[in-house]
């Protein structure tokens, strides 16, 4: 009885302590974009052009600046900009278009915010014009977009992940329109291609999307020059497709050797290959669709619509609405020493998204995988990472509307 008594007080000041702390820190609590580490992974100068590569290992996403001359276009761009508009100023160039190789699914473009604050045009694959509601330049087969006197960006309609989907070429204008390499979005990954069952509210079956995607790799991807540098945009950990490496570029040739989705010599077995044990699609993927097709809001409006909150406050709100789900991103072991009953742990990590250590996992993609995009979130961060955790959730889309930092639950509140 004695000890259990010790062990009483010890918590009392434990939890007493941690009150003291979290009250500090939510006075503290900025709520202010930040400028998250970009994931610029390689600098490339191909023939005098230059490829920037932004990579974020917690999303297996790629997104890419490519320019010459002063100009510049952005493929696949997130939504939290503000790395590739600082890498526009450091630079000195002017962002003359948004190439969105597709409507993503997986991840929020930052394509209407960059648009409304740089003026650059928005383009994308055929049939999105009736469908988007902002902007946009439709491309079509074999279409160009000059990007400076020696090089241009050729538009390629590769259809098989979505009908829109396209491909974009760097070219060297001056030498017989040379393709130097591929932005091929999620037609064709490092290892795999993309999956072709997420666009079945458009009527269209995953086999006859595995189809397309058969034609557009046989007649447009394969037909490629073999030294022409591929730059995909996901890795290994996507939920877009199976199986995918974890280089982050490849050229046509290894593709051609190496990519099993690639060795195919008919339809029906590579119909039935793609089509099969492709991963567990998130649930959050059609709301990331509409959010894509409307234009997300910036990240400065999600950041700012969270309501810091004290902890006798949220303990009460939760008390009243059950419908709120409480993600606690700080680590496993922290959660395992103390944590709101009923939360959910999501080790967030601490570098933006850039690399993931084995503990971490992939954090958005499984809060998207397992939370409903309609439910209110709250967040338990550690102290300074509030704004961060707001940020990388709005990344899929997510809106937190409640926030704590260093949160420890009261004993009598912990079942």
């Known amino acids: 009885r004695g000890r259990v008594d010790i062990h009483l007080s010890a918590m009392r000041l434990l939890v007493s302590s941690a009150f003291r702390a979290l009250s500090t820190s939510c006075r503290r609590f900025s709520q202010q974009v930040q400028v998250l580490q970009s994931g610029l992974k390689a600098v490339e100068s191909l023939e005098g052009a230059k490829i920037r590569l932004y990579y974020l290992q917690c999303m297996a996403q790629a997104s890419y600046m490519v320019h010459h001359e002063r100009n510049a276009f952005l493929v696949d761009p997130r939504r939290d900009i503000e790395a590739y508009l600082q890498d526009l100023t450091d630079e000195q160039l002017t962002l003359k278009g948004i190439l969105l190789t597709h409507i993503h699914a997986d991840f929020v473009s930052g ?12 383009y994308l694959g055929p049939g999105t014009r009736n469908r988007c509601q902002f902007p946009l330049t439709e491309l079509y087969d074999d279409m160009m977009i000059d990007m400076s006197d020696k090089f241009a960006i050729r538009a390629i309609h590769t259809p098989g992940h979505t009908p829109e989907s396209m491909t ?3 070219v060297n204008k001056i030498n017989q329109k040379k393709p130097l390499a591929a932005f091929t979005g999620d037609t064709l990954f490092i290892g795999s291609v993309g999956r072709p069952d997420l666009v079945g509210s458009l009527g269209v079956s995953a086999t006859q999307m595995a189809e397309l995607m058969y034609d557009s790799l046989e007649q447009k991807i394969k037909t490629l020059p073999d030294d022409v540098v591929v730059y995909p ?23 051609k050797l190496t990519n099993p989705a690639l060795q195919f010599k008919a339809v029906e077995p590579f119909v039935k290959y793609l089509t099969e044990e492709q991963p567990l699609t998130p649930q959050y993927f059609s709301y990331d669709v509409a959010l894509n097709l409307t234009g997300a809001p910036s990240v400065a409006e999600i950041v700012e619509q969270c309501r810091k909150t004290k902890p006798s406050e949220l303990r009460t709100i939760l008390k009243s609405d059950k419908t709120i789900c409480v993600i606690d991103t700080r680590s496993a072991e922290q959660y395992s020493s103390s944590h709101v009953p009923g939360s959910l742990s999501f080790a967030m990590g601490s570098e933006g998204g850039v690399t993931v250590e084995a503990w971490e996992g992939n954090f958005a993609i499984w809060v998207g995988t397992l939370v409903s995009p309609t439910r209110r979130v709250a967040v338990i961060t550690n102290r300074g990472q509030e704004a961060e955790a707001v940020q990388r959730l709005a990344r899929i889309g997510y809106k937190v509307c409640l926030g704590d930092s260093l949160y420890i639950a009261s004993r009598s509140w912990m079942k």
């Open 233 to 255: 945009a996901h890795g290994a950990g996507s939920p877009c497709g199976k199986n995918l490496s974890d280089d982050l570029w490849s050229s046509i040739g290894n593709e």
């Open 111 to 122: 394509h209407k915010e960059l648009r409304d604050r740089t003026g650059a045009t928005v």
């Open 168 to 170: 974009f070429l760097l």
